[in-house]
Structures are given as structure tokens and as C-alpha cells.
């Protein structure tokens, strides 16, 4: 079982930014190292469906985002404490939406959510 806990939302201007923490904890998260995780940052927009933003590889690999957010969004990984991070600037009012990670292969946080408006 593998337990993700999203924060950092919250409502911030048009072109503010904001910083987004999902940390990881559970029974798989003692078995199985951190590091060994895919994981994803993942939107979803009122009356719209799921996306994808973010891929963060495992053991160190390269890091993959949509095209709607390269160039304002970065995402690492701390794995030491089992945590990733989105960091969202130049935000604007279509970034609106419920930011949720998830750890390959079936493992999701309840979300945390972004309100871009002035």
C-alpha cells in the first residue's frame, strides 16, 4: 500500500507562482525504496478530464512534461523524503484545477487545488 499526500495549493494571482509537495508514505514505501518509483503529476480542470503535466523517471532518470506547462513548471523528487515536488510559475487562469500525484503503477492522492484568478 502506498499513501501520497498532496499540499501547496491554494488561490494565487495570474503570473504568481506556487509550489506543490506530495509525499509518500505506506507499508510499500518500507519495502521498497523511493527511488524505484515513477511518478506523476497529473491535473484535473473543473468539467474536464484527468491530464497528464509531469513524469518524474526513477533512480535518477529524466524528468517529462506536457507541452501546455514546458518552460513555467518544474518538477523534482527528494528521495531521502519519499517527496516530489511541482513548482508552477507565470501561472494563469486555464492552470486552474485539482493537482494530484500518483506513483506508477495505480497509486493517487486526493488532490490539492490550484486557483489561478485575480
Known amino acids: 500500500q502506498v499513501e501520497l499526500v498532496e499540499s501547496g495549493g491554494g488561490l494565487v494571482q495570474p503570473g504568481g507562482s506556487l509550489r506543490l509537495t506530495c509525499t509518500a508514505s505506506?507499508?510499500?514505501?518500507?519495502?521498497?525504496?523511493?527511488?524505484?518509483?515513477?511518478m506523476m503529476w497529473y491535473r484535473q480542470a473543473p468539467g474536464k478530464e484527468r491530464e497528464f503535466v509531469a513524469r518524474?523517471?526513477?533512480?535518477?532518470?529524466?524528468?517529462v512534461y506536457a507541452d501546455s506547462v514546458k518552460g513555467r513548471f518544474t518538477a523534482s523528487r527528494d528521495d531521502a523524503k519519499k517527496s516530489i515536488y511541482l513548482q508552477m510559475n507565470d501561472l494563469q487562469p486555464e492552470a486552474t484545477a485539482v493537482y494530484f500525484c500518483?506513483?506508477?503503477?495505480?497509486?493517487w492522492g486526493k488532490g490539492t487545488l490550484v486557483t489561478v484568478s485575480s
Open positions: 500518483n506513483a506508477v503503477p495505480g497509486y
Open positions: 505506506g507499508v510499500n514505501m518500507r519495502r521498497y525504496s523511493f527511488s524505484t518509483y515513477v
Open positions: 518524474l523517471n526513477s533512480d535518477g532518470g529524466s524528468t
